[in-house]
């Protein structure tokens, strides 16, 4: 059985994923964010938590959100150096 309030609920999904906003804001969604974890899991090794407890877990993560942006950032001014020498 299912149930009529969460038919409606995905009839109002899809319709406004059907939409050219919906459509746009999914498409940025699904190339944000899973990059970064695919970047920490497969290059990086990160595969679990160390520590335990919301608190140090959020501190991991910030230190692994650190280090991803810190690389990302050396990359590109790596790039930029290459650029101006050539």
């Known amino acids: 059985m ?3 309030e969460r038919l409606r609920y ?3 999904a899809r319709e406004t994923l059907r939409s050219e906003e919906g459509y746009a804001l999914s498409v940025r969604r699904m ?3 899973e990059s ?4 920490l899991k497969n290059n990086r090794g990160f595969r679990r938590f160390l520590l335990r407890g919301m608190e140090k877990v959020t ?3 910030g230190w692994l959100s650190l280090a991803h942006h810190l ?3 050396a ?3 790596q790039k930029r150096r ?3 020498l050539q």
């Open 59 to 61: 501190l991991e993560v």
């Open 71 to 73: 690389l990302k950032q």
């Open 31 to 33: 190339t944000e964010p």
């Open 36 to 39: 970064v974890f695919g970047q």
């Open 10 to 12: 995905q009839k109002q």
């Open 2 to 4: 299912v149930s009529l």
């Open 75 to 77: 990359t590109n001014d």
């Open 82 to 84: 290459a650029a101006i």
